[in-house]
């Protein structure tokens, strides 16, 4: 033990600024450039690689449905319910406790008058099918049903949007 901590001091002296090297200090530098670089590359590279991975997942996504498509599909209800409160008025088919909604036109409330017709034209389907307002009563709902789905969807993308960071993370960690 002895023998090899005299070697060991020796070479330290041999080597360093004491005898005129710079030896040391450029071993020094090297292994620290050495540790840095593969800090670098086998750590930081590979994890922001990984976190680029994951957020792209969701940022390329593409959203089912547009806010634009969900606006158009809700204004193309609110045109349906209007051209259809506009017609019924003109039949009088619209009971006295329904006029209320008809008279509001900025709201959905057209959906009761609608819902009133057709509750009535149900009871004759096969002539309100051909010759009534059954048919229309139907598309309209499933507008409305439509436009429904859209909002829930939207809503799901705000939710997937807002923990995308633990959703990335939970994916990233393993089990």
Not at 39 to 61: C, D, M, S, Y
Not at 96 to 113: Q, T, Y
Not at 165 to 175: N, T
Request: hydrophobic share 45%.
């Amino acid at each position: 033990v002895a023998i090899a901590a005299i070697g060991a001091g020796q070479f330290v002296i041999k080597h360093s600024a004491l005898n005129g090297s710079d030896d040391l200090e450029n071993w020094a530098k090297a292994s620290l450039q050495a540790v840095q670089a593969a800090w670098k590359t086998h750590i930081v590279e590979p994890l922001e690689n990984l976190q680029g991975e994951l957020f792209n997942t969701f940022r390329a996504r593409p959203s089912i449905v547009s806010l634009e498509e969900y606006e158009a599909d809700r204004d193309s209800l609110k045109r349906m319910l209007q051209s259809f409160k506009t017609d019924v008025q003109t039949k009088s088919k619209i009971p006295s406790e329904l006029k209320v909604a008809v008279d509001n036109p900025d709201n959905l409330e057209g959906l009761e008058v609608m819902m009133h017709c057709y509750e009535s034209e149900l009871k004759r389907p096969i002539k309100n099918l051909v010759a009534g307002d059954l048919m229309r009563s139907l598309l309209i709902q499933v507008q409305q049903m439509k436009v429904n789905t859209e909002s829930a969807m939207l809503e799901i993308d705000q939710i997937l949007k807002a923990n995308e960071l633990s959703i990335s993370l939970v994916a990233a960690v393993p089990a």
